[in-house]
């Protein structure tokens, strides 16, 4: 379990297809306190750690299934793309945003972005089959990053992202056009269940 506060700014640094496709990721968490077979979110997505080292730097290697691949934006990883990173929840851990599992429900795309003070308002597009869990001040994860929904249009909603957030996670680089993991809240999933069985 994660909270979707990012604490890492990782940087692809190797993709290898063996089956399933391999990638090594440079990281600022010293890595002797990395276990092999520890679960790290990157953008969001809970990876496997199958591998470490720290020559030149510290790093990290996961493995990716097909399915992880089809089911976010993995696909468009290349060497040198910055990702959000966060490790598993300890008990006693400070829950500082909202639970979130890192198993991505789908791809939602940048469709506006534009500034609002020293903040800037980004403008998603969430897949048909998500926007309904999706709620104006309910909780959103994306590329592993726990937000407020501001308000919703149909399968578009908005939020604002703060410089210091822009400062220390990816969202600093990203651009209209772009692909972003999407996790529903939890709650939301599991009332939106309750209704279909007529248990609300």
Known sequence: MFTGIVTDLGEVIGLEQQGD??????TAY???GIAIGASIACDGCCLTVIAKGADPRGWFDVQISAESVAKTNIAGW????????ERALKVGDELGGHIVSGHVDGVAEIVGMRDEGDSTRFTFRAPTALAGFIAPKGSVALNGTSLTVN???GAEFGVNI????????NWGQAQVGDLVNIEIDTLARYVARLREWGGA
Not at 21 to 26: D, G, M, P, S, T
């Open 21 to 26: 496709l391999k990638a090594r990721i440079a």
């Open 78 to 85: 290349s060497v040198g793309k910055r990702l959000n990173l």
């Open 162 to 169: 703060i410089p210091h957030t822009k400062s220390v996670t």
């Open 151 to 153: 308000e919703v249009n």
């Open 30 to 32: 010293p890595v002797a």
